[in-house]
């Protein structure tokens, strides 16, 4: 059995795309996943499956599509990916506070030369690294009033992207870590 971590992209954010947890998870035990476990209510499940997790992913958003009305983008890591997340931010080992720090999942690594047309933008004191499938955020005030965090990283690079707090991707890895 291999451990993932599904990220939904949009869920139960500013009032769309509700999707109650007991039902998302409830998704996921049906498409024979198990140890299924959500936390918070933005689309974050933790499970284990058999072999690839792609198939599983397909039957549970056609499932939300189905049951109610739209196909979240799901996003996926294993712990070790998740590890490798936690221990290569660079503003974490640069001594940046926790709580300024978020990472935008990707679905794909993108191209380099769409990493490299990034470097035309800049809001300090707002920072970002892309590193293979993920990007580095520090923003020191805060997410929601962040120019960087409303860039559209998604059509910049080419792929889907979704956002993570830094206390959110800590908390994932230790549910993922706990399945053993």
Same mark, same amino acid.
């Given at each position: 059995?291999?451990?993932? #971590? !599904?990220?939904?992209?949009?869920?139960?954010? @500013?009032?769309?795309?509700?999707?109650?947890?007991?039902?998302?998870?409830?998704?996921?035990?049906?498409?024979?996943?198990? =140890? &299924?476990?959500?936390?918070? =209510?933005?689309? +974050? &499940?933790?499970?284990?499956?058999? @072999?690839?997790? %792609?198939? *599983?992913?397909?039957? #549970?958003?056609?499932?939300?599509?189905?049951?109610?009305?739209?196909?979240?983008?799901?996003?996926?890591?294993?712990?070790?990916?998740?590890?490798? *997340?936690?221990?290569?931010?660079?503003?974490?080992? !640069?001594?940046?506070?926790?709580?300024?720090?978020?990472?935008?999942?990707?679905?794909? #690594?993108?191209?380099?030369?769409?990493?490299?047309? $990034?470097?035309?933008?800049?809001?300090?004191?707002? %920072?970002?690294?892309?590193?293979?499938? %993920? *990007?580095?955020?520090?923003?020191?005030?805060?997410? @929601?009033?962040?120019? $960087?965090?409303?860039?559209?990283?998604?059509?910049?690079?080419?792929?889907?992207?979704?956002?993570? +707090?830094?206390?959110? *991707?800590? =908390?994932?890895?230790?549910?993922?870590?706990?399945?053993?």
């Amino acid at each position: 059995m291999t451990t993932y #971590v !599904a990220l939904l992209r949009g869920i139960n954010v @500013g009032g769309k795309h509700k999707l109650p947890m007991k039902d998302l998870t409830e998704l996921y035990v049906k498409a024979g996943c198990s =140890q &299924v476990k959500t936390y918070i =209510q933005s689309g +974050n &499940v933790v499970f284990q499956t058999k @072999g690839s997790a %792609e198939p *599983v992913c397909a039957k #549970v958003s056609a499932a939300i599509e189905k049951t109610f009305g739209f196909s979240p983008p799901i996003i996926l890591r294993t712990t070790d990916e998740m590890e490798k *997340v936690t221990r290569n931010n660079p503003f974490l080992k !640069a001594g940046a506070p926790e709580v300024e720090l978020h990472v935008l999942f990707l679905a794909d #690594v993108p191209k380099r030369a769409d990493v490299e047309s $990034l470097s035309q933008y800049s809001f300090p004191p707002d %920072e970002f690294i892309v590193r293979g499938k %993920e *990007v580095y955020l520090r923003l020191p005030n805060g997410f @929601g009033t962040s120019k $960087l965090a409303a860039m559209r990283f998604d059509a910049k690079l080419h792929t889907v992207v979704t956002a993570r +707090n830094w206390r959110t *991707v800590n =908390q994932l890895l230790e549910i993922m870590k706990s399945f053993g």
